[in-house]
């Protein structure tokens, strides 16, 4: 959406579109019917506590970790997008374009999931994305051709939404019902985290090699599902 209204009008237009579409997502937000809590006030686990929760729990703990790796390791995407069009042969707006093809794989694979849900367990469909994310993230790295590129993101977008869906289910399933908000918060608390950070590292890295941030977002990533398929073994 982004891309498609900075090219019809400007950044600003788009930047007030975004601003415009939180507001409407938070009246909608208010029509959804009331859902009384999972327990009372004080069976709510403080922050430490959901903490110590989550590391001691195999599920969650592998929910947490995984999470973060991912969401650090596809928040370099936009940043290689601009670095590498030259590369590509193209000019740096269409960094816009390669942005857009991983923001419709998102949107595809969302719209599947709702019409056909994830089954099967929650646990081992998170390590099986993820190493199908760092598979697509080495695909980008690879890739010299734009047309692939463009295949290569919207796939990337895909999967990665396969994955989130995985991990909502995972902290749906394993966290006590009690706990089940704290570990909403948290997990989504450091997936926001994990992925500034990553835009924030790549962004210092790129100067030595363009393929250097994909690169070790790609390693991160897998050895992130090798330790999880390890740990659950």
């Given at each position: 959406?982004?891309?498609?209204?900075?090219?019809?009008?400007?950044?600003?237009?788009?930047?007030?579109?975004?601003?415009?579409?939180?507001?409407?997502?938070?009246?909608?937000?208010?029509?959804?019917p009331?859902?009384?809590?999972?327990?009372?006030?004080?069976?709510v686990?403080?922050?430490?506590?959901?903490?110590?929760?989550?590391?001691?729990?195999g599920?969650?703990?592998?929910?947490?970790?995984l999470?973060?790796?991912?969401?650090?390791?596809?928040?370099?995407?936009?940043?290689?997008?601009?670095?590498?069009?030259?590369?590509?042969?193209?000019?740096?707006?269409?960094?816009?374009?390669?942005?857009?093809?991983?923001?419709i794989?998102?949107?595809?694979?969302?719209?599947?999931?709702?019409?056909?849900?994830?089954?099967?367990?929650?646990?081992?469909?998170?390590?099986l994305?993820?190493?199908?994310?760092?598979?697509?993230?080495?695909?980008?790295?690879?890739?010299?051709?734009?047309?692939?590129?463009?295949?290569?993101?919207a796939?990337?977008?895909?999967?990665?939404?396969?994955f989130?869906?995985?991990?909502?289910?995972?902290?749906?399933?394993?966290?006590?019902?009690?706990?089940?908000?704290?570990?909403?918060?948290?997990?989504?608390a450091?997936?926001?985290?994990?992925?500034s950070?990553?835009?924030?590292?790549?962004g210092?890295?790129?100067?030595?090699?363009?393929?250097?941030?994909?690169?070790?977002?790609?390693?991160?990533?897998?050895a992130?599902a090798?330790?999880?398929?390890?740990?659950?073994?």
């Open positions: 959406m982004v891309a498609a209204v900075v090219a019809w009008a400007n950044a600003t237009v788009a930047g007030l579109v975004l601003a415009g579409a939180v507001v409407v997502a938070a009246g909608l937000m208010r029509l959804l009331y859902a009384p809590p999972a327990g009372a006030a004080s069976e686990p403080r922050p430490v506590r959901t903490l110590g929760l989550m590391i001691s729990n599920p969650l703990r592998r929910t947490l970790y999470t973060t790796a991912v969401a650090s390791s596809v928040a370099v995407l936009p940043v290689i997008a601009v670095a590498s069009a030259g590369a590509l042969g193209v000019g740096h707006a269409a960094a816009g374009v390669l942005t857009a093809a991983y923001g794989g998102g949107l595809i694979a969302s719209a599947g999931l709702m019409v056909r849900p994830l089954t099967g367990e929650a646990d081992r469909s998170m390590m994305f993820a190493g199908a994310v760092a598979a697509a993230l080495a695909l980008v790295a690879v890739t010299t051709v734009f047309w692939a590129a463009v295949l290569a993101y796939m990337a977008g895909l999967l990665n939404s396969g989130f869906a995985a991990t909502l289910a995972a902290r749906s399933e394993y966290a006590p019902p009690a706990a089940r908000g704290q570990v909403f918060v948290w997990i989504g450091l997936k926001i985290t994990a992925g950070a990553g835009t924030a590292l790549a210092s890295v790129i100067t030595t090699g363009i393929h250097l941030p994909l690169a070790a977002a790609t390693v991160l990533t897998l992130a090798a330790i999880a398929l390890a740990e659950k073994r």
